[in-house]
């Protein structure tokens, strides 16, 4: 069972690159989030999917955006990376969007130079 | 006021103990709590699910949830060296007909 499969693990930048964080579930569920997290504060959302075909600014959105491109692909893309960008991306998927607990993939470790 | 708030921790319960984990939120609509338990360097798990005043027990761990309050908690019994962890809090974001928001988090270290 992979669940949710977040494609790559780790990842160096340099400021201005752009780059594609990868998601995929495999459990028919039809919301999918991403999110960040840093030291002390928390995961906070960048973007969401309530179902596919739409697509939500969560509360960190600037400097990213999102693609749904089926039910089970959500990508994340930096178009050009700055260092504040530098955190940990975690992709999860629900049944549904504000009720049901998520399932969260591995997570990736970006840093931006 | 942040939207959902946990103490940061650590907390500090010796191994065979109770511990308690607390977290309340700022939005009377919401309706459905979660705790994740989160390992150093690994991603977020579920443990726990609740939805309606009282308790609810699963093994080791009960989520006690008072809507009155805004306030939701999780314990822990006999608690193991396992168990060291961060513990997130979750709650829905009901008045902004979205998301979940999370806390952020609540650290916990079992020691022998």
């Known amino acids: 069972n992979a669940g949710v499969t977040q494609t790559p693990k780790f990842q160096v930048l340099k400021t201005g690159q752009s780059m594609t964080l990868q998601c995929a579930q495999d459990?028919?569920?039809?919301?999918m989030y991403w999110y960040r997290q840093d030291p002390g504060m928390g995961l906070r959302l960048i973007y969401y999917?309530?179902?596919?075909?739409?697509?939500d600014k969560g509360e960190v959105p600037n400097g990213y955006n999102v693609s749904r491109l089926n039910k089970r692909e959500f990508s994340l893309r930096l178009e050009s990376a700055a260092p504040s960008q530098t955190s940990v991306y975690f992709c999860?998927?629900?049944?549904?969007?504000?009720?049901?607990?998520?399932?969260f993939g591995d997570g990736t470790r970006l840093s931006i130079l | 006021q942040k939207e959902v708030e946990q103490n940061s921790g650590p907390l500090s319960v010796p191994e065979g103990a109770i511990a308690s984990l607390n977290c309340t939120y700022s939005?009377?609509?919401?309706?459905?709590f979660f705790w994740y338990r989160q390992y150093s360097g690994k991603s977020p798990e579920l443990i726990m699910s609740?939805?309606?005043?009282g308790d609810k027990e699963d093994g080791r761990f009960t989520a006690q949830l008072n809507k009155a309050s805004q306030y939701v908690s999780l314990l822990i019994r006999d608690s193991q060296p396992s168990d060291s962890a961060t513990y997130l809090c979750?709650?829905?974001?009901?008045?902004?007909?979205?998301?979940?928001?999370f806390g952020s988090g609540t650290r916990l270290s079992i020691r022998p």
């Open positions: 459990m028919n569920h039809n919301s």
């Open positions: 979750a709650v829905n974001g009901y008045s902004s007909a979205s998301k979940i928001i």
């Open positions: 999917s309530a179902s596919e075909g739409t697509t």
């Open positions: 999860a998927s629900s049944n549904e969007v504000n009720s049901q607990p998520q399932h």
């Open positions: 609740i939805y309606s005043n």
């Open positions: 939005d009377r609509g919401s309706q459905s």
